[in-house]
């Protein structure tokens, strides 16, 4: 009698452990699946263009963020006929259909725009809408020949400077030669540096080029660009100090920080012809921010909504002469931008301009 007891206990403790194994197993699927439809979703979120998935009945599924921006609705909720005719008409007629294709202008709250809308039909039960924002690839595209524009001009000068002056170079005495090697020198530094800010424009707005955010002593890189211009600073006969707190760590890419810094500080010995630069980094709880305040003669309000953009210089003349490239303040935007940060002016005339980052600490 026991041994039955004991045969039919085993036996259920075998079906419990055999139930407990296979719910355990069926969990740890569900979860493999939850993590694959996190990553998918942050995928389609990254896209350049608007993804919809709708339902067999039209209903949308999920939808990614630049269909947010276009449609002007979430996906809580269903964008159909009252708002977009066209698409919901277009959406209908190609049902039951591989694909199709065409151009649609659509509305939001933001105005109108056109579209070409692609669907496909991934089985009787979804469907994948795909939307290409026409007008904002055409002012991509108009950005991008605009800056090349800009960039030919900008590589031209120098380049032009030095072929004459290696022109005129063997016709001239060794006196005059000295001098113009020294501006063939001049020329030659002015062309790196040009180009080198190209290329770290260029690391600044592609997401292609990836971050490394690590742990790092705000104060101590600080102290680096500092002392990276205190000779700058002493010729000039200007006062450059550095007002922190006694520790602050952060997370962040320690090559964009530090460019993010050098280049306003730079921008501020630069446009400073007497007084100080005074560098402050500040602790706000899940924030850090970085200012930079000049003693120079401000900047005049008109000016400020353009000065992070590409080669948009206020005095010309003068920022070729001290070297500059109008890509500078570009640079910190774009880097600021990347790091989830922000960054602001305040300036007034004949007292000096706060250049200001706000960065998350992590």
């Not at 049902?95 to 692609?118: F, M, P, Y």
Request: net charge negative; with cysteine; glycine share 6%.
């Amino acid at each position: 009698m026991n041994s039955v007891l004991v045969f039919i206990a085993a036996a259920a403790v075998l079906v419990a452990v055999r139930e407990y194994l296979r719910r355990a197993k069926l969990e740890s699927q569900q979860q493999d699946l939850d993590w694959q439809n996190i990553a998918l979703r942050r995928s389609l979120s990254q896209l350049s263009v608007g993804f919809v998935l709708l339902g067999g009945d039209d209903a949308v599924r999920f939808q990614n963020v630049v269909a947010d921006d276009l449609l002007g609705e979430t996906s809580a909720s269903y964008w159909g006929g009252a708002h977009h005719k066209k698409l919901v008409a277009f959406l209908q007629q190609s049902k039951g259909q591989a694909s199709g294709n065409r151009e649609i202008e659509i509305s939001n709250d933001e105005g109108k725009s056109l579209v070409n809308a692609i669907v496909l039909e991934i089985d009787n039960e979804f469907r994948v809408l795909l939307l290409q924002n026409l007008e904002a690839e055409a002012l991509a595209h108009l950005r991008l020949r605009e800056f090349v524009a800009n960039a030919s001009h900008e590589l031209k000068t120098p380049i032009a400077a030095i072929i004459g002056m290696l022109d005129l170079l063997p016709h001239m005495t060794s006196e005059k030669q000295t001098d113009l090697t020294e501006r063939l020198q001049r020329n030659a530094n002015s062309l790196a540096i040009l180009v080198d800010d190209l290329l770290t424009l260029s690391r600044a707005e592609s997401s292609a080029s990836p971050f490394t955010p690590v742990a790092c002593d705000a104060i101590e890189l600080a102290n680096r660009v500092i002392e990276q211009f205190k000779l700058k600073a002493n010729y000039r006969s200007l006062s450059l100090e550095l007002e922190a707190p006694s520790t602050l760590m952060v997370v962040a890419d320690e090559l964009a920080l530090s460019r993010v810094l050098s280049n306003l500080v730079e921008n501020a010995l630069a446009y400073t012809d007497k007084g100080s630069v005074v560098v402050r980094l500040a602790n706000h709880n899940s924030l850090w921010s970085i200012e930079v305040e000049d003693s120079g003669p401000g900047i005049a309000a008109e000016h400020i909504p353009r000065l992070f953009q590409r080669f948009f210089r206020i005095d010309a003349a003068r920022s070729r002469a001290l070297g500059g490239t109008g890509l500078g303040l570009s640079i910190v935007r774009n880097f600021v931008e990347r790091m989830d940060g922000a960054i602001t002016v305040e300036s007034t005339i004949g007292k000096g301009s706060i250049f200001r980052v706000e960065l998350p600490k992590s």
